[in-house]
Protein backbone atom coordinates (compact mmCIF):
# COMPACT_ATOMS: atom_id res chain seq x y z
CA UNK A 1 0.00 0.00 0.00
CA UNK A 2 1.44 3.31 -0.92
CA UNK A 3 2.54 5.26 2.40
CA UNK A 4 2.60 8.81 0.69
CA UNK A 5 -0.07 9.93 -1.73
CA UNK A 6 0.10 12.82 -4.17
CA UNK A 7 -2.92 12.79 -5.93
CA UNK A 8 -2.12 15.78 -7.95
CA UNK A 9 0.43 14.51 -10.75
CA UNK A 10 0.36 18.24 -12.59
CA UNK A 11 -0.41 21.59 -11.86
CA UNK A 12 -0.26 24.51 -13.77
CA UNK A 13 -0.92 28.17 -12.48
CA UNK A 14 -0.43 31.93 -13.50
CA UNK A 15 2.34 33.81 -12.01
CA UNK A 16 1.37 35.34 -8.74
CA UNK A 17 -1.27 32.91 -8.18
CA UNK A 18 -1.49 31.03 -4.97
CA UNK A 19 -1.72 27.16 -5.39
CA UNK A 20 -1.57 24.26 -2.49
CA UNK A 21 0.01 20.86 -3.28
CA UNK A 22 -1.58 17.79 -1.41
CA UNK A 23 0.03 14.74 0.56
CA UNK A 24 -1.65 12.22 2.55
CA UNK A 25 0.22 9.98 4.57
CA UNK A 26 -0.56 6.54 5.77
CA UNK A 27 0.95 4.77 9.17
CA UNK A 28 0.94 3.05 12.38
CA UNK A 29 3.14 4.71 13.80
CA UNK A 30 2.40 7.27 16.82
CA UNK A 31 6.13 9.07 16.05
CA UNK A 32 7.06 9.59 12.80
CA UNK A 33 8.20 12.52 10.18
CA UNK A 34 6.89 14.58 7.31
CA UNK A 35 9.28 16.11 4.76
CA UNK A 36 8.91 18.38 1.69
CA UNK A 37 11.81 18.35 -1.28
CA UNK A 38 11.87 20.72 -4.71
CA UNK A 39 13.10 18.62 -7.20
CA UNK A 40 13.48 21.36 -9.87
CA UNK A 41 15.20 20.63 -14.05
CA UNK A 42 18.62 20.05 -12.42
CA UNK A 43 17.60 17.27 -10.38
CA UNK A 44 18.93 17.50 -7.08
CA UNK A 45 16.50 17.08 -4.55
CA UNK A 46 16.26 20.43 -2.19
CA UNK A 47 14.73 19.73 1.12
CA UNK A 48 12.40 22.48 2.06
CA UNK A 49 10.89 21.32 5.68
CA UNK A 50 11.13 18.46 8.16
CA UNK A 51 7.41 17.81 10.53
CA UNK A 52 7.34 15.80 13.76
CA UNK A 53 4.31 14.08 14.47
CA UNK A 54 4.06 15.38 18.13
CA UNK A 55 4.11 19.38 16.38
CA UNK A 56 1.00 20.17 14.61
CA UNK A 57 1.72 23.67 14.42
CA UNK A 58 1.46 25.20 10.71
CA UNK A 59 4.82 26.53 9.30
CA UNK A 60 5.40 29.69 7.19
CA UNK A 61 8.50 30.44 5.42
CA UNK A 62 8.25 33.30 3.11
CA UNK A 63 5.86 32.33 0.23
CA UNK A 64 5.80 28.91 1.60
CA UNK A 65 3.41 27.39 4.32
CA UNK A 66 2.72 24.16 5.64
CA UNK A 67 -0.67 22.72 7.17
CA UNK A 68 -0.20 19.62 9.08
CA UNK A 69 -3.53 18.21 10.16
CA UNK A 70 -2.94 14.45 11.89
CA UNK A 71 -7.13 13.95 11.79
CA UNK A 72 -6.70 13.72 8.14
CA UNK A 73 -3.42 12.51 8.01
CA UNK A 74 -2.34 15.23 4.98
CA UNK A 75 0.51 17.61 4.60
CA UNK A 76 -0.55 19.93 2.25
CA UNK A 77 1.96 22.40 0.91
CA UNK A 78 1.43 26.41 0.00
CA UNK A 79 2.81 28.36 -2.28
CA UNK A 80 1.69 32.25 -2.11
CA UNK A 81 1.69 34.67 -5.34
CA UNK A 82 3.69 31.61 -7.13
CA UNK A 83 7.12 32.79 -9.26
CA UNK A 84 8.57 31.14 -12.19
CA UNK A 85 11.45 29.76 -10.31
CA UNK A 86 8.71 27.75 -7.90
CA UNK A 87 8.50 25.60 -11.01
CA UNK A 88 9.54 21.96 -10.40
CA UNK A 89 8.74 18.73 -8.59
CA UNK A 90 7.76 18.63 -5.32
CA UNK A 91 8.19 15.41 -2.98
CA UNK A 92 6.03 14.35 -0.30
CA UNK A 93 8.07 12.13 2.12
CA UNK A 94 7.39 10.22 5.15
CA UNK A 95 9.66 8.63 7.68
CA UNK A 96 8.64 5.86 10.68
CA UNK A 97 10.17 5.78 14.07
CA UNK A 98 10.27 2.05 13.73
CA UNK A 99 11.66 1.54 10.07
CA UNK A 100 14.49 4.16 11.59
CA UNK A 101 15.96 6.32 8.74
CA UNK A 102 13.87 4.85 5.49
CA UNK A 103 11.75 7.24 3.72
CA UNK A 104 8.99 6.65 1.54
CA UNK A 105 8.54 9.15 -1.00
CA UNK A 106 5.49 10.60 -2.74
CA UNK A 107 5.27 10.02 -6.75
CA UNK A 108 5.30 13.94 -7.25
CA UNK A 109 3.45 16.58 -7.97
CA UNK A 110 5.16 18.60 -11.33
CA UNK A 111 4.20 22.36 -10.64
CA UNK A 112 4.58 24.88 -13.98
CA UNK A 113 4.21 28.52 -13.07
CA UNK A 114 3.42 30.31 -15.98
CA UNK A 115 4.62 34.20 -16.83
CA UNK B 1 31.41 23.40 1.51
CA UNK B 2 29.94 20.27 3.33
CA UNK B 3 27.86 17.72 0.86
CA UNK B 4 27.22 15.05 -1.68
CA UNK B 5 29.35 14.29 -4.10
CA UNK B 6 28.03 12.01 -7.24
CA UNK B 7 29.75 11.02 -10.30
CA UNK B 8 29.80 10.81 -13.14
CA UNK B 9 26.82 13.25 -13.78
CA UNK B 10 26.13 11.53 -17.10
CA UNK B 11 27.37 7.78 -17.82
CA UNK B 12 26.49 5.57 -20.59
CA UNK B 13 26.97 1.65 -21.04
CA UNK B 14 26.89 -1.13 -22.91
CA UNK B 15 24.39 -4.00 -22.64
CA UNK B 16 26.31 -6.50 -20.60
CA UNK B 17 28.50 -4.28 -18.49
CA UNK B 18 28.63 -3.45 -15.33
CA UNK B 19 29.37 0.17 -14.41
CA UNK B 20 29.69 1.81 -10.94
CA UNK B 21 28.26 5.58 -9.94
CA UNK B 22 30.28 7.13 -7.15
CA UNK B 23 28.91 8.79 -4.19
CA UNK B 24 30.73 10.68 -1.00
CA UNK B 25 29.69 12.39 1.66
CA UNK B 26 31.53 14.88 3.95
CA UNK B 27 28.73 15.65 6.27
CA UNK B 28 29.82 13.18 9.08
CA UNK B 29 26.23 11.65 8.20
CA UNK B 30 25.90 7.58 9.53
CA UNK B 31 23.38 6.27 7.16
CA UNK B 32 23.10 7.15 3.30
CA UNK B 33 21.28 5.99 0.46
CA UNK B 34 20.57 4.94 -3.42
CA UNK B 35 17.28 5.91 -5.32
CA UNK B 36 16.20 5.02 -8.51
CA UNK B 37 13.94 7.90 -10.50
CA UNK B 38 12.49 6.83 -13.46
CA UNK B 39 10.48 9.98 -15.73
CA UNK B 40 7.54 11.26 -14.01
CA UNK B 41 7.88 9.16 -11.51
CA UNK B 42 8.64 9.54 -7.66
CA UNK B 43 11.65 7.26 -6.15
CA UNK B 44 12.13 3.93 -5.18
CA UNK B 45 14.93 2.86 -2.96
CA UNK B 46 17.59 0.68 -3.62
CA UNK B 47 19.77 0.20 -1.11
CA UNK B 48 20.36 1.55 2.37
CA UNK B 49 23.18 1.77 4.92
CA UNK B 50 23.01 2.41 8.43
CA UNK B 51 26.46 2.14 9.28
CA UNK B 52 29.86 1.38 7.77
CA UNK B 53 29.77 -2.26 7.02
CA UNK B 54 26.42 -2.80 6.60
CA UNK B 55 23.54 -2.72 4.55
CA UNK B 56 20.11 -3.16 3.66
CA UNK B 57 18.27 -3.93 0.23
CA UNK B 58 15.61 -1.54 -0.70
CA UNK B 59 12.59 -2.04 -2.43
CA UNK B 60 14.27 -2.85 -5.75
CA UNK B 61 17.47 -4.29 -5.36
CA UNK B 62 17.74 -7.13 -7.68
CA UNK B 63 20.38 -6.48 -10.31
CA UNK B 64 22.09 -3.77 -8.32
CA UNK B 65 25.09 -4.29 -5.48
CA UNK B 66 26.65 -1.87 -2.99
CA UNK B 67 29.46 -1.50 -0.24
CA UNK B 68 30.06 0.31 2.49
CA UNK B 69 33.95 0.37 3.24
CA UNK B 70 34.29 3.92 4.55
CA UNK B 71 31.79 6.52 5.98
CA UNK B 72 32.13 8.96 3.15
CA UNK B 73 31.69 6.46 0.78
CA UNK B 74 28.84 4.12 -1.03
CA UNK B 75 29.32 3.06 -4.20
CA UNK B 76 26.15 1.45 -6.16
CA UNK B 77 27.08 -1.16 -8.78
CA UNK B 78 24.82 -1.35 -11.91
CA UNK B 79 25.53 -4.95 -12.87
CA UNK B 80 24.51 -6.82 -16.34
CA UNK B 81 21.55 -8.04 -14.22
CA UNK B 82 19.28 -5.16 -13.84
CA UNK B 83 17.37 -5.59 -17.24
CA UNK B 84 16.58 -1.65 -17.78
CA UNK B 85 19.08 0.14 -15.75
CA UNK B 86 18.21 3.37 -17.66
CA UNK B 87 17.10 5.96 -15.19
CA UNK B 88 18.56 8.71 -12.87
CA UNK B 89 20.45 7.70 -10.11
CA UNK B 90 19.97 9.78 -6.85
CA UNK B 91 22.26 9.56 -3.96
CA UNK B 92 21.65 11.16 -0.21
CA UNK B 93 22.79 10.96 2.81
CA UNK B 94 21.23 11.61 6.81
CA UNK B 95 22.20 11.62 10.68
CA UNK B 96 19.53 10.02 12.74
CA UNK B 97 16.00 10.76 11.96
CA UNK B 98 16.80 14.00 10.36
CA UNK B 99 16.31 14.76 6.89
CA UNK B 100 18.27 13.54 4.08
CA UNK B 101 20.79 15.42 1.73
CA UNK B 102 20.70 14.42 -1.60
CA UNK B 103 23.69 14.62 -4.47
CA UNK B 104 23.24 15.93 -7.88
CA UNK B 105 22.62 12.62 -9.85
CA UNK B 106 23.80 10.49 -12.01
CA UNK B 107 21.84 9.50 -15.43
CA UNK B 108 22.47 6.53 -16.46
CA UNK B 109 21.77 5.15 -20.05
CA UNK B 110 22.50 2.10 -21.88
CA UNK B 111 23.00 2.47 -25.21
Known amino acids: AQKVTQAQTEISVVEKEDVTLDCVYETRDTTYYLFWYKQPPSGELVFLIRRNSFDEQNEISGRYSWNFQKSTSSFNFTITASQVVDSAVYFCALSEARTGNQFYFGTGTSLTVIP | DGGITQSPKYLFRKEGQNVTLSCEQN?????MYWYRQDPGQGLRLIYYSQIVNDFQKGDIAEGYSVSREKKESFPLTVTSAQKNPTAFYLCASSSGVNEQFFGPGTRLTVL
Open chain 2, 27 to 31: LNHDA
